[in-house]
């Protein structure tokens, strides 16, 4: 059993970003927003761990949060935070993807 280090770290950048922006700005939602994704990306990982098949969890969180913060980051046009978010769900998604064919 492999664990998946890069579906944790993902996993981490999400709910160290809500951190942030309640930190920053003082939103709570951020804050929010982060825990539930990161926490639904840290179990998506965990069952990435166990079966390398099951991608479900990983794959609706981090989609929905590629099409959520794509949506910021085309509205702001602000790089940090949205932009990135975007580019780091983009890439768990095109990884998963790519995990499901091998």
Known sequence: ??????????AAAIAFGGFMGYKRKG????LMAGLVFGGLSAYGAYNISSDPKDIKVLM??????????????????????AGIMTGLSLFMVFRLLVLIMV
Do not use: E, N, T
């Open 1 to 10: 059993m492999a664990v998946d280090w890069i579906g944790f770290s993902y």
């Open 27 to 30: 939103s709570v939602m951020s």
């Open 60 to 81: 609706f969180s981090s989609g929905l949060l590629s099409i959520i913060m794509g949506l910021r980051y085309k509205k702001s046009g602000k790089l940090m935070p």
